[in-house]
Nanobody
Framework: QVQLVESGGGLVQPGGSLRLSCAAS????????MGWYRQAPGKERELVAT????????NYADSVKGRFAISRDNTKNTVYLQMNSLKPEDTAVYYC???????????????WGKGTLVTVSS
């Protein structure tokens, strides 16, 4: 069994900052990609940022470039999303995503967390 658990969401004023965390737990051999997606009310889920297994080549949605930063700590099986200069349009449920191999002989499977709500409002 593998679980992804997000934390760090909440209410923040426009221009403020939040740091999201997502920890993977369970039977884990290795974690390939990790990333963050978000879904605003009435909209489809969209990619926010992704990062490769080595922590390089971060990829960002145009709407968050220069404001958000993704990072990971492989010793803790955790991915982070530092969100700065937040805007009301960043309001959404943020979901963690990861490709995880549970055993050395298996393929990586895609896992999702349950999400954490970020509300940007004055």
């Amino acid at each position: 069994q593998v679980q992804l658990v997000e934390s760090g969401g909440g209410l923040v004023q426009p221009g403020g900052s939040l740091r999201l965390s997502c920890a993977a737990s369970g039977t884990i051999w290795s974690i390939n990609y990790m990333g963050w997606y978000r879904q605003a009310p009435g909209k489809e889920r969209e990619l926010v940022a992704t990062i490769t297994s080595g922590g390089g080549n971060p990829n960002y949605a145009d709407s968050v470039k220069g404001r958000f930063a993704i990072s990971r700590d492989n010793t803790k099986n955790t991915v982070y999303l530092q969100m700065n200069s937040l805007k009301p349009e960043d309001t959404a449920v943020y979901y963690c995503n990861a490709g995880i191999k549970r055993l050395p002989t298996t393929y990586a499977m895609n896992y999702w967390g349950k999400g954490t709500l970020v509300t940007v409002s004055s």
